[in-house]
Protein backbone atom coordinates (compact mmCIF):
# COMPACT_ATOMS: atom_id res chain seq x y z
CA UNK A 1 0.00 0.00 0.00
CA UNK A 2 1.83 3.47 -0.74
CA UNK A 3 2.23 6.04 1.75
CA UNK A 4 -0.10 9.08 1.50
CA UNK A 5 1.66 12.05 0.80
CA UNK A 6 0.80 15.52 0.65
CA UNK A 7 -1.35 17.03 -2.14
CA UNK A 8 -3.24 19.43 -3.49
CA UNK A 9 -6.57 19.59 -1.68
CA UNK A 10 -9.37 18.48 -4.27
CA UNK A 11 -12.86 20.72 -4.33
CA UNK A 12 -15.07 17.94 -2.28
CA UNK A 13 -19.05 18.08 -1.91
CA UNK A 14 -20.61 16.93 1.40
CA UNK A 15 -23.66 15.35 0.54
CA UNK A 16 -26.32 15.53 3.76
CA UNK A 17 -29.44 13.08 3.79
CA UNK A 18 -32.81 13.30 5.50
CA UNK A 19 -36.22 13.45 5.83
CA UNK A 20 -36.26 16.72 6.96
CA UNK A 21 -34.38 18.95 9.26
CA UNK A 22 -33.95 16.56 12.47
CA UNK A 23 -32.33 17.32 15.91
CA UNK A 24 -28.77 16.62 15.23
CA UNK A 25 -28.82 18.47 11.35
CA UNK A 26 -28.04 21.79 12.58
CA UNK A 27 -24.79 20.32 14.82
CA UNK A 28 -24.01 18.57 11.31
CA UNK A 29 -23.70 21.38 9.18
CA UNK A 30 -21.91 23.58 11.48
CA UNK A 31 -19.35 21.43 11.73
CA UNK A 32 -18.95 20.73 8.19
CA UNK A 33 -18.83 24.37 7.99
CA UNK A 34 -16.16 24.82 10.42
CA UNK A 35 -13.77 21.88 8.44
CA UNK A 36 -10.31 22.82 7.98
CA UNK A 37 -10.48 22.56 4.29
CA UNK A 38 -10.06 24.83 2.01
CA UNK A 39 -12.63 23.71 -0.83
CA UNK A 40 -15.86 22.13 -0.47
CA UNK A 41 -19.62 22.69 -0.59
CA UNK A 42 -22.39 21.34 1.24
CA UNK A 43 -25.52 20.19 -0.13
CA UNK A 44 -28.75 18.58 1.64
CA UNK A 45 -30.97 16.79 0.48
CA UNK A 46 -34.76 16.15 2.26
CA UNK A 47 -37.79 15.48 1.48
CA UNK A 48 -39.51 18.31 1.15
CA UNK A 49 -38.43 22.31 0.72
CA UNK A 50 -36.47 22.77 4.09
CA UNK A 51 -34.99 26.96 4.86
CA UNK A 52 -31.63 26.59 6.72
CA UNK A 53 -29.72 29.81 7.83
CA UNK A 54 -26.16 29.09 6.14
CA UNK A 55 -24.11 30.03 3.38
CA UNK A 56 -22.80 27.35 0.92
CA UNK A 57 -25.00 25.20 1.49
CA UNK A 58 -27.90 24.20 -1.37
CA UNK A 59 -31.07 22.56 0.19
CA UNK A 60 -32.34 20.19 -2.51
CA UNK A 61 -36.13 18.70 -2.41
CA UNK A 62 -35.66 15.08 -3.15
CA UNK A 63 -38.97 13.85 -2.49
CA UNK A 64 -40.53 11.26 -0.62
CA UNK A 65 -37.14 8.39 -1.75
CA UNK A 66 -35.21 5.74 -0.55
CA UNK A 67 -31.72 7.01 0.98
CA UNK A 68 -29.55 5.65 -2.01
CA UNK A 69 -32.12 7.51 -4.22
CA UNK A 70 -31.13 10.76 -2.58
CA UNK A 71 -27.38 10.46 -2.27
CA UNK A 72 -27.65 9.65 -6.45
CA UNK A 73 -29.18 13.01 -6.68
CA UNK A 74 -26.99 14.72 -4.50
CA UNK A 75 -24.03 13.48 -6.60
CA UNK A 76 -25.31 14.62 -9.75
CA UNK A 77 -25.75 18.36 -8.21
CA UNK A 78 -22.49 17.57 -6.63
CA UNK A 79 -19.56 20.23 -8.21
CA UNK A 80 -16.42 18.29 -6.36
CA UNK A 81 -13.80 15.79 -7.71
CA UNK A 82 -15.01 13.85 -4.70
CA UNK A 83 -17.67 12.80 -2.81
CA UNK A 84 -18.05 12.90 1.02
CA UNK A 85 -21.11 11.07 2.64
CA UNK A 86 -22.05 12.13 6.05
CA UNK A 87 -25.51 11.50 7.90
CA UNK A 88 -27.75 13.91 9.26
CA UNK A 89 -26.76 12.49 12.68
CA UNK A 90 -23.23 12.77 12.72
CA UNK A 91 -20.78 15.26 12.34
CA UNK A 92 -17.10 15.62 11.41
CA UNK A 93 -13.75 15.96 12.94
CA UNK A 94 -12.47 19.19 11.85
CA UNK A 95 -9.63 17.58 9.72
CA UNK A 96 -11.56 14.84 8.50
CA UNK A 97 -11.11 16.09 4.99
CA UNK A 98 -7.97 17.07 5.11
CA UNK A 99 -7.22 13.63 6.47
CA UNK A 100 -9.34 11.53 4.15
CA UNK A 101 -8.91 13.45 0.89
CA UNK A 102 -4.63 12.80 1.31
CA UNK A 103 -5.24 9.51 0.35
CA UNK A 104 -6.28 10.19 -2.82
CA UNK A 105 -3.07 10.58 -4.02
CA UNK A 106 -2.46 7.45 -4.87
CA UNK A 107 -5.02 7.14 -8.56
CA UNK A 108 -6.02 3.13 -6.76
CA UNK A 109 -7.57 3.88 -4.27
CA UNK A 110 -11.45 4.72 -5.13
CA UNK A 111 -13.04 5.17 -1.88
CA UNK A 112 -12.11 6.14 1.78
CA UNK A 113 -13.83 5.53 5.25
CA UNK A 114 -13.63 6.13 8.32
CA UNK A 115 -14.47 5.55 12.15
CA UNK A 116 -17.74 6.93 13.36
CA UNK A 117 -17.33 7.23 17.26
CA UNK A 118 -19.58 7.72 19.70
CA UNK A 119 -19.72 11.44 21.01
CA UNK A 120 -19.37 12.35 24.44
CA UNK A 121 -22.32 14.22 25.05
CA UNK A 122 -24.05 11.47 24.09
CA UNK A 123 -26.28 10.31 26.91
CA UNK A 124 -25.77 7.32 29.00
CA UNK A 125 -27.83 4.92 26.88
CA UNK A 126 -26.55 6.53 23.61
CA UNK A 127 -23.34 5.52 24.88
CA UNK A 128 -23.85 2.06 26.26
CA UNK A 129 -24.84 1.39 22.39
CA UNK A 130 -21.88 2.85 21.18
CA UNK A 131 -19.46 0.59 23.54
CA UNK A 132 -21.35 -2.74 22.64
CA UNK A 133 -20.78 -1.63 18.64
CA UNK A 134 -16.82 -0.95 19.34
CA UNK A 135 -16.58 -3.96 21.45
CA UNK A 136 -14.79 -6.92 19.67
CA UNK A 137 -16.80 -9.33 21.16
CA UNK A 138 -19.63 -7.96 19.23
CA UNK A 139 -18.40 -6.49 16.21
CA UNK A 140 -14.91 -8.62 15.97
CA UNK A 141 -12.94 -7.69 12.84
CA UNK A 142 -15.23 -5.11 11.97
CA UNK A 143 -14.75 -2.67 15.53
CA UNK A 144 -12.49 -0.10 13.53
CA UNK A 145 -15.63 1.35 12.30
CA UNK A 146 -16.50 2.31 15.86
CA UNK A 147 -12.95 2.86 16.80
CA UNK A 148 -9.62 3.85 15.79
CA UNK A 149 -7.83 1.13 14.02
CA UNK A 150 -5.16 0.95 12.15
CA UNK A 151 -4.65 2.14 8.50
CA UNK A 152 -5.38 -0.43 5.87
CA UNK A 153 -7.78 -1.75 2.43
CA UNK A 154 -11.05 -3.08 3.20
CA UNK A 155 -13.76 -4.26 1.04
CA UNK A 156 -16.68 -2.83 2.95
CA UNK A 157 -17.24 0.36 4.58
CA UNK A 158 -20.71 2.08 6.40
CA UNK A 159 -21.85 5.35 3.95
CA UNK A 160 -22.17 7.58 7.23
CA UNK A 161 -18.49 8.39 6.36
CA UNK A 162 -18.04 7.25 3.61
CA UNK A 163 -15.75 9.24 0.94
CA UNK A 164 -15.41 8.31 -2.96
CA UNK A 165 -14.14 9.60 -6.20
CA UNK A 166 -16.99 11.37 -8.21
CA UNK A 167 -15.32 9.07 -11.51
CA UNK A 168 -15.47 6.07 -9.65
CA UNK A 169 -18.73 6.86 -8.51
CA UNK A 170 -20.29 7.25 -11.52
CA UNK A 171 -17.91 4.48 -13.56
CA UNK A 172 -19.79 2.00 -11.06
CA UNK A 173 -23.30 3.47 -11.94
CA UNK A 174 -23.69 4.58 -8.00
CA UNK A 175 -25.93 2.71 -5.85
CA UNK A 176 -27.78 0.81 -7.62
CA UNK A 177 -30.29 -0.86 -5.27
CA UNK A 178 -32.91 0.32 -3.05
CA UNK A 179 -31.78 -1.59 -0.01
CA UNK A 180 -31.43 0.16 3.19
CA UNK A 181 -29.85 -0.39 4.86
CA UNK A 182 -27.40 -2.58 2.58
CA UNK A 183 -26.78 -0.15 -0.16
CA UNK A 184 -23.52 1.05 0.61
CA UNK A 185 -22.01 -2.81 1.10
CA UNK A 186 -23.26 -3.18 -3.01
CA UNK A 187 -21.19 0.27 -3.99
CA UNK A 188 -18.57 -1.18 -2.37
CA UNK A 189 -18.70 -4.09 -3.91
CA UNK A 190 -18.84 -3.03 -7.01
CA UNK A 191 -15.36 -0.66 -6.44
CA UNK A 192 -13.89 -3.35 -5.30
CA UNK A 193 -14.66 -5.74 -8.18
CA UNK A 194 -15.81 -4.38 -11.16
CA UNK A 195 -13.55 -1.35 -11.02
CA UNK A 196 -10.60 -3.14 -9.41
CA UNK A 197 -9.99 -0.02 -6.93
CA UNK A 198 -9.17 0.18 -3.42
CA UNK A 199 -11.01 1.05 -0.14
CA UNK A 200 -8.87 2.51 2.29
CA UNK A 201 -10.04 2.49 6.26
CA UNK A 202 -7.99 5.77 6.71
CA UNK A 203 -8.09 5.58 11.07
CA UNK A 204 -7.87 9.80 11.34
CA UNK A 205 -10.78 10.51 9.10
CA UNK A 206 -12.93 10.40 12.16
CA UNK A 207 -16.81 11.76 12.48
CA UNK A 208 -18.91 11.45 15.48
CA UNK A 209 -21.92 8.96 15.15
CA UNK A 210 -24.78 9.74 17.91
CA UNK A 211 -26.00 6.20 18.76
CA UNK A 212 -29.68 4.83 18.76
CA UNK A 213 -30.29 3.92 22.65
CA UNK A 214 -30.29 0.92 24.45
CA UNK A 215 -32.28 -1.03 24.21
CA UNK A 216 -35.24 -0.84 21.88
CA UNK A 217 -34.13 1.51 19.24
CA UNK A 218 -30.44 -0.17 19.46
CA UNK A 219 -31.71 -3.58 18.56
CA UNK A 220 -34.42 -2.09 16.00
CA UNK A 221 -31.33 -0.94 14.18
CA UNK A 222 -29.32 -4.42 15.32
CA UNK A 223 -32.33 -6.64 13.32
CA UNK A 224 -32.56 -4.52 10.11
CA UNK A 225 -28.68 -5.09 9.46
CA UNK A 226 -28.31 -8.77 10.47
CA UNK A 227 -31.71 -8.75 8.53
CA UNK A 228 -30.39 -7.11 5.34
CA UNK A 229 -27.22 -9.06 5.93
CA UNK A 230 -28.52 -12.64 6.11
CA UNK A 231 -30.17 -11.86 2.75
CA UNK A 232 -26.98 -10.40 1.17
CA UNK A 233 -25.60 -13.41 1.83
CA UNK A 234 -27.10 -14.79 -1.00
CA UNK A 235 -27.72 -11.70 -3.01
CA UNK A 236 -24.30 -10.35 -2.67
CA UNK A 237 -21.57 -13.42 -1.86
CA UNK A 238 -18.26 -11.50 -2.14
CA UNK A 239 -18.64 -9.40 0.65
CA UNK A 240 -21.39 -11.51 2.99
CA UNK A 241 -20.58 -14.31 2.68
CA UNK A 242 -18.06 -14.69 5.69
CA UNK A 243 -18.05 -16.55 8.69
CA UNK A 244 -17.79 -13.70 11.15
CA UNK A 245 -21.07 -12.60 9.87
CA UNK A 246 -22.35 -16.55 10.89
CA UNK A 247 -21.50 -16.28 14.41
CA UNK A 248 -24.65 -14.66 16.07
CA UNK A 249 -26.68 -16.92 14.61
CA UNK A 250 -24.71 -19.98 15.68
CA UNK A 251 -24.74 -18.84 18.79
CA UNK A 252 -28.50 -17.89 19.07
CA UNK A 253 -29.54 -21.66 17.78
CA UNK A 254 -26.80 -23.31 19.91
CA UNK A 255 -28.73 -21.76 23.16
CA UNK A 256 -32.08 -22.50 22.20
CA UNK A 257 -31.39 -25.95 20.42
CA UNK A 258 -28.62 -27.15 23.42
CA UNK A 259 -31.07 -25.53 26.58
CA UNK A 260 -33.70 -27.98 24.85
CA UNK A 261 -31.40 -30.92 24.57
CA UNK A 262 -29.76 -30.47 27.91
CA UNK A 263 -33.10 -31.12 29.32
CA UNK A 264 -32.74 -34.68 28.54
CA UNK A 265 -29.00 -35.39 28.19
CA UNK A 266 -27.13 -34.44 31.33
CA UNK A 267 -24.28 -34.84 29.26
CA UNK A 268 -25.36 -32.07 26.70
CA UNK A 269 -26.21 -30.26 29.83
CA UNK A 270 -22.70 -30.35 31.37
CA UNK A 271 -21.13 -28.82 27.86
CA UNK A 272 -24.31 -26.52 27.70
CA UNK A 273 -23.67 -24.76 30.91
CA UNK A 274 -20.02 -24.65 30.52
CA UNK A 275 -20.13 -22.88 27.48
CA UNK A 276 -22.94 -20.23 28.50
CA UNK A 277 -20.34 -19.77 31.80
CA UNK A 278 -17.49 -19.09 29.91
CA UNK A 279 -19.97 -16.66 27.60
CA UNK A 280 -20.68 -14.87 30.65
CA UNK A 281 -17.56 -14.23 32.03
CA UNK A 282 -16.22 -12.54 28.67
CA UNK A 283 -19.48 -10.95 28.76
CA UNK A 284 -18.48 -9.61 32.58
CA UNK A 285 -14.58 -9.15 31.49
CA UNK A 286 -16.15 -6.87 28.57
CA UNK A 287 -18.17 -5.03 30.46
CA UNK A 288 -15.68 -4.17 33.30
CA UNK A 289 -13.18 -2.65 30.89
CA UNK A 290 -15.66 -0.68 29.18
CA UNK A 291 -16.85 0.37 32.79
CA UNK A 292 -20.60 0.33 31.59
CA UNK A 293 -22.72 -2.11 33.30
CA UNK A 294 -24.99 -2.16 30.95
CA UNK A 295 -22.73 -3.28 27.96
CA UNK A 296 -23.35 -6.68 29.42
CA UNK A 297 -27.26 -7.03 29.10
CA UNK A 298 -26.35 -5.22 25.47
CA UNK A 299 -23.86 -7.12 24.23
CA UNK A 300 -26.17 -10.55 24.96
CA UNK A 301 -29.24 -9.12 23.35
CA UNK A 302 -27.68 -7.91 20.40
CA UNK A 303 -25.66 -11.38 19.49
CA UNK A 304 -29.44 -13.13 19.69
CA UNK A 305 -31.29 -10.35 18.44
CA UNK A 306 -28.88 -10.43 14.94
CA UNK A 307 -28.62 -13.69 15.13
CA UNK A 308 -32.18 -14.57 15.04
CA UNK A 309 -32.51 -11.44 12.06
CA UNK A 310 -29.64 -12.76 10.00
CA UNK A 311 -31.38 -16.45 9.89
CA UNK A 312 -34.36 -14.22 9.12
CA UNK A 313 -32.61 -13.00 6.05
CA UNK A 314 -31.10 -15.93 5.27
CA UNK A 315 -34.03 -17.12 4.79
CA UNK A 316 -35.96 -14.90 2.93
CA UNK A 317 -37.00 -15.47 -0.64
CA UNK A 318 -36.88 -11.49 -1.25
CA UNK A 319 -36.42 -8.90 0.90
CA UNK A 320 -38.38 -5.61 0.51
CA UNK A 321 -36.75 -3.06 -0.79
CA UNK A 322 -37.19 1.20 -0.03
Known sequence: MKERAEVKHPFVSIIVIAKGVSEYLAECIENCLNLDYPKFEIIFLPDKEARLNYKNVSVVP???????????????KA???????????VYPARNWLKNATANFIDPEVAAV???????????IMQKASGLV?????????YAYRYIKGTRKEVEDFPSC???????????????????????DTVLCLDIIKKLKKKIIYEPEAIVYHHRRRLFREH?????????????????????????????????ATGVIIGGIVSVFSPFVRIIYITILVLYLLLAIKETTRLRNFLVMPGIILTHITYGIFFIKGLLSRKLEEE
Open 79 to 89: KGEIIAFIDDD
Open 62 to 76: TGETCPAMKRNMGVE
Open 133 to 141: YSSKLVSGE
Open 113 to 123: GGPAVTPDNDD
Open 161 to 183: NLIVRKSAFEKSGGFKTNFWPGE
Open 219 to 251: LKQVSSYAEHRGYFVKRFPETSKKFSYFVPSIF
